[in-house]
């Protein structure tokens, strides 16, 4: 893991740019400069979408999200999306049930966790 901090804060709200924890999160676990992955709030709705392609083209990977429950076991890295104390939206990076990352920069993490992503290799046909 190659932490990666954001550099972009906000909800996005009033026209300003969305914060960029994502972008981060993913830069930490793919281990990549934060430049080289897309800041996909930016994309608005179709974020997700535009997210599997550059998975799919960058790593033949693709991004499982589901509903998060605390009786789950992940193994590996993956990432809660969730509200903060700040009452934001926000992404940090998990490994094996707990807190490796958090890319913005009071480290808090999450009070309340709604969903998991996983990142899986695509099926060979």
């Given at each position: 893991m190659k932490p990666v901090m954001q550099t972009i804060f906000g909800d996005g709200s009033n026209g300003d740019?969305?914060?960029?924890?994502?972008?981060?999160?993913?830069?930490?676990?793919?281990?990549?400069?934060l430049d080289t992955v897309p800041h996909f709030m930016e994309f608005g709705v179709d974020w997700?979408?535009?997210l599997q392609s550059w998975l799919r083209e960058s790593f033949d990977m693709y991004a499982l999200s589901f509903e998060y429950d605390d009786r789950l076991h992940v193994e590996g890295y993956?990432?809660?999306?969730?509200?903060t104390e700040r009452g934001l939206m926000h992404t940090v990076v998990y490994k094996?049930?707990?807190?490796?990352?958090d890319p913005h920069p009071d480290s808090n993490g999450l009070i309340a966790p709604?969903?998991?992503c996983v990142f899986v290799s695509r099926?060979?046909?």
């Open positions: 740019t969305p914060g960029n924890c994502l972008q981060a999160a993913l830069a930490t676990i793919f281990r990549i400069d997700f979408e535009q993956y990432l809660l999306t969730g509200k094996d049930g707990k807190l490796m990352h709604e969903s998991c099926l060979i046909d």
